[in-house]
């Protein structure tokens, strides 16, 4: 190309510099034949300057042309690029999606679980207040069976005092009649032994007052086991339906 411009340059030089000489008959023949061979010449060296131009711009058009198609290719690449970089920009975000949406359901799932350990640990402790009431109702049971047995025995007690009292009533009454039919002599000695008859049964009917008295209270504490035995099991009975109420509702606030 920088060939072209200094021919370019010589061509105008040699255009300036031309005068004609004159003849007789006018310009000088040989030099205006000089002049158009050098015309031609500068003709033929501007053709030769067009063409390399010519050639140089094709070879420029060509090299646009590659350059455009490597861009386009390019861009494809980069826009190939693009859509998948997005794509997998997407599916990160799904990615992301999934694992908060199995944070939250871990989440839920721990509370569940920590719901099921209350759930659990309330029932252990509902186990060991029944393991204690059974404690509880197997010593009341030993004391009521204590308490029967010693009522059972008072009652023998009772029957054999009764008994006796009526020997001694009846051995009292022999004595008294007995004293009737005796004299004189013998009145003041059945007079101490009607005293001491009669302190005998102010004991033995103290004795059995006290007797009655335990009889009543033993009775009293039976009955009252009897009652708390009742209660017991209707609290217990009535605890696994507290606990499930209690239970369902919590399953129903969990569900909504």
Known sequence: ???????????E????????????????EKDVFEYIDLLNNNLSKAHEVFDEKLAQMKSANELLT????????????L?????????ERDALQQAVDKQQDATEQIKSLQEQNQQLQEKIDNYKLLE???????????????????????HTELLEEIEFLKNQNKDIMENFLEQQNRMESDSAEKELKLTQLL???????????????????QFDESCSYINDVQTDKLLSKEESAEEPVKAGRKN????EVTSA
């Open 128 to 150: 060991e207040q029944n393991q204690q009431l059974k404690k509880q109702m197997i010593e009341k049971d030993m004391v009521s069976q204590m308490r029967k047995q010693q």
């Open 248 to 251: 369902r509702h919590q399953d």
């Open 195 to 213: 005293q001491m008859h009669r302190f005998t049964l102010e004991q033995s009917r103290s004795t059995l007052d006290k007797l009655v008295k």
């Open 1 to 11: 190309m920088v060939a072209c411009m200094e021919k370019q340059t010589n061509m």
């Open 13 to 28: 030089q040699q255009d300036r510099i031309v005068d004609f000489k004159k003849g007789l008959f006018g310009l000088n």
């Open 79 to 87: 826009t190939k690029t693009y859509q998948e970089l997005t794509e």
């Open 66 to 77: 590659y350059e455009r198609g490597s861009q386009e290719q390019k861009f494809q690449q």
